[in-house]
């Protein structure tokens, strides 16, 4: 994928993707997070190129936070 990131609606569709790889998922989220996505005159918006809608980077970092909270078998931690 050449911009994996325009498939997903928002971040947590990427951290809940059920058969994507935990590091793919990071760098993701990790190119979402990135200043070259920061929406012109919003710094705390985030717009990749592709992706449909604009989301804040508060919800960038709480996905990738999820990443962290999920067991190695991917469930949640409960």
Do not use: N, Y
Request: aromatic content about 6%; glycine content about 2%; cysteine-free.
């Amino acid at each position: 994928m050449s911009q994996p990131f325009s498939h997903f609606l928002h971040p947590f569709d990427v951290a809940h993707h059920p058969s994507l790889e935990p590091e793919v998922k990071r760098a993701i989220l990790a190119s979402w997070a990135s200043d070259r996505s920061a929406v012109k005159d919003q710094p705390a918006m985030r717009k990749p190129p592709g992706a449909k809608r604009a989301v804040p980077i508060d919800e960038v970092f709480a996905a990738m936070r999820s990443l962290d909270e999920q067991r190695t078998d991917g469930r949640p931690l409960q």
